[in-house]
């Protein structure tokens, strides 16, 4: 590398870095951040909560001994952050908090570690909940949200688990007997060595932890082995001794995703709502088809609102007989593709016409997707239903990073309340 400058570069008269000067600066994290900054919005937006149910968890107080706690609006307000940023790692969170102003501005001084922001995510997926239904409810009651119609989709996400991990019951079995010795030896070793060294028994105790939470996930995984391979086999003779479960996730099921092949995934579940685009309702199974998916969800919308829509807008998926008999019953109308319309026309049958087996809801369903205004409103189920799918998508959500169904919902409804959050604000909804 060429060191000598030349006299033309000597002579210009041109203003150079200096990283080694000391300086005294005085300024506050407020002055950083810019005044229409959106952490500002879900700064306020969190401290409008009620937040009694994060706050019940934190048990020392200024009468009680131990150390102090992280308030829980800045965990909250942090994950909302990242989530609308795409960030879904609490490791990621964390460098974040240390090195981004928006972040170091909403955290205001107090640290934060990975594993307590990870925890936090994980450990209040009910608290998580009763802010989304609080919120939409809300909304309901001003009439702002009219919940006149509503649209369901799902989505596929991959798990966390791997296509290697999923195991017949007898290499199940057999990881369960060597997973109990395993865990058997780790706690004569512990016993045998007591506590000679410091660092020794928190490395044992480390490595004793582990072999318990795999014993666990593998008891879980020969579980549901059993209740999933009786129910293939009520459905196909002989399919039960093929069913294979996750060690490292057994909620997770080999699902066809959207680009042709199987994975290990689950099924979230948004309900929307057709004027606001509003998600009202978000579920997470592990059922491979949206089939039985339709009642269910219409019963929690009716559960948490008080109101029963008018109309729900489906892809033919769900309309199933007992799906669509189920929810007609309660008044509402199922708007969907008829199934089977091209078969029944091959054999010189009208799909819109009563055949065998239907029950009146289901005939009445029928006749009514041949009117030309129950068509028109069905060609709005896209824009309504799959938006919020595109929206997570764009914001990282393509595989969980966490195990199991609890802990997956709980990071959906981050996504949720992040989303929920942002169509707020485009509609004016809130005013800080």
């Given at each position: 590398m060429n060191t000598k400058k030349s006299p033309i570069v000597k002579q210009a008269r041109v203003s150079r870095p200096e990283r080694r000067q000391v300086e005294m600066q005085f300024f506050a994290l407020d002055q950083l951040l810019e005044a229409d900054h959106r952490a500002r919005m879900i700064w306020a937006y969190v401290e409008s909560l009620d937040l009694e149910p994060f706050y019940a968890k934190i048990r020392v107080s200024d009468s009680q001994s131990g150390r102090t706690a992280i308030a829980p609006e800045v965990l909250l307000a942090l994950w909302l952050l990242a989530t609308t940023d795409g960030c879904g790692s609490a490791r990621e969170l964390a460098r974040l908090t240390q090195e981004h102003i928006a972040y170091r501005w909403m955290c205001g001084g107090v640290s934060v570690n990975y594993h307590t922001l990870s925890d936090f995510r994980v450990q209040n997926g009910q608290a998580l909940e009763k802010i989304l239904i609080d919120s939409v409810a809300a909304l309901v009651n001003q009439e702002l949200i009219p919940l006149e119609t509503i649209?369901?989709?799902?989505?596929?996400?991959?798990?966390?688990?791997?296509?290697?991990?999923?195991?017949?019951?007898?290499?199940?079995?057999?990881?369960?007997?060597?997973?109990?010795?395993?865990?058997?030896?780790?706690?004569?070793?512990?016993?045998?060595e007591g506590e000679r060294n410091e660092g020794n028994a928190r490395r044992k105790a480390a490595q004793q932890r582990a072999a318990e939470d795999r014993a666990k996930r593998i008891e879980e995984a020969l579980k549901q082995h059993t209740e999933l391979s009786e129910r293939r086999e009520n459905r196909v003779k002989g399919s039960g001794d093929e069913t294979r479960i996750s060690t490292t996730d057994p909620d997770a099921r080999n699902m066809k995703m959207a680009n042709g092949g199987f994975s290990p995934a689950l099924n979230v579940q948004f309900a929307t709502d057709a004027d606001t685009r509003i998600i009202v309702a978000m579920q997470v199974t592990n059922e491979g088809t949206d089939g039985g998916q339709l009642e269910p969800m219409q019963q929690e919308v009716v559960e948490n609102y008080g109101k029963t829509p008018g109309h729900v807008l489906v892809d033919s998926a769900y309309a199933t007989k007992e799906g669509v008999t189920a929810v007609e019953k309660t008044g509402c109308k199922v708007v969907s593709t008829v199934p089977r319309t091209e078969q029944l026309a091959k054999h010189g049958k009208n799909a819109h016409e009563r055949q065998k087996g239907d029950t009146d809801e289901y005939a009445n369903f029928r006749e009514r997707m041949q009117d030309e205004y129950y068509q028109a409103m069905y060609k709005q189920r896209p824009s309504i239903a799959e938006y919020p799918n595109a929206v997570c998508r764009n914001r990282g959500l393509q595989q969980f990073n966490v195990r199991g169904m609890v802990k997956a919902k709980a990071v959906m409804l981050l996504h949720v309340l992040a989303y929920n959050l942002t169509r707020m604000m485009n509609l004016q909804f809130l005013a800080f």
């Amino acid at each position: 590398m060429n060191t000598k400058k030349s006299p033309i570069v000597k002579q210009a008269r041109v203003s150079r870095p200096e990283r080694r000067q000391v300086e005294m600066q005085f300024f506050a994290l407020d002055q950083l951040l810019e005044a229409d900054h959106r952490a500002r919005m879900i700064w306020a937006y969190v401290e409008s909560l009620d937040l009694e149910p994060f706050y019940a968890k934190i048990r020392v107080s200024d009468s009680q001994s131990g150390r102090t706690a992280i308030a829980p609006e800045v965990l909250l307000a942090l994950w909302l952050l990242a989530t609308t940023d795409g960030c879904g790692s609490a490791r990621e969170l964390a460098r974040l908090t240390q090195e981004h102003i928006a972040y170091r501005w909403m955290c205001g001084g107090v640290s934060v570690n990975y594993h307590t922001l990870s925890d936090f995510r994980v450990q209040n997926g009910q608290a998580l909940e009763k802010i989304l239904i609080d919120s939409v409810a809300a909304l309901v009651n001003q009439e702002l949200i009219p919940l006149e119609t509503i649209a369901q989709d799902g989505m596929r996400v991959r798990a966390n688990a791997g296509k290697s991990s999923f195991r017949r019951k007898p290499t199940l079995e057999e990881l369960q007997k060597q997973a109990q010795e395993h865990l058997e030896k780790l706690k004569l070793e512990s016993e045998s060595e007591g506590e000679r060294n410091e660092g020794n028994a928190r490395r044992k105790a480390a490595q004793q932890r582990a072999a318990e939470d795999r014993a666990k996930r593998i008891e879980e995984a020969l579980k549901q082995h059993t209740e999933l391979s009786e129910r293939r086999e009520n459905r196909v003779k002989g399919s039960g001794d093929e069913t294979r479960i996750s060690t490292t996730d057994p909620d997770a099921r080999n699902m066809k995703m959207a680009n042709g092949g199987f994975s290990p995934a689950l099924n979230v579940q948004f309900a929307t709502d057709a004027d606001t685009r509003i998600i009202v309702a978000m579920q997470v199974t592990n059922e491979g088809t949206d089939g039985g998916q339709l009642e269910p969800m219409q019963q929690e919308v009716v559960e948490n609102y008080g109101k029963t829509p008018g109309h729900v807008l489906v892809d033919s998926a769900y309309a199933t007989k007992e799906g669509v008999t189920a929810v007609e019953k309660t008044g509402c109308k199922v708007v969907s593709t008829v199934p089977r319309t091209e078969q029944l026309a091959k054999h010189g049958k009208n799909a819109h016409e009563r055949q065998k087996g239907d029950t009146d809801e289901y005939a009445n369903f029928r006749e009514r997707m041949q009117d030309e205004y129950y068509q028109a409103m069905y060609k709005q189920r896209p824009s309504i239903a799959e938006y919020p799918n595109a929206v997570c998508r764009n914001r990282g959500l393509q595989q969980f990073n966490v195990r199991g169904m609890v802990k997956a919902k709980a990071v959906m409804l981050l996504h949720v309340l992040a989303y929920n959050l942002t169509r707020m604000m485009n509609l004016q909804f809130l005013a800080f």
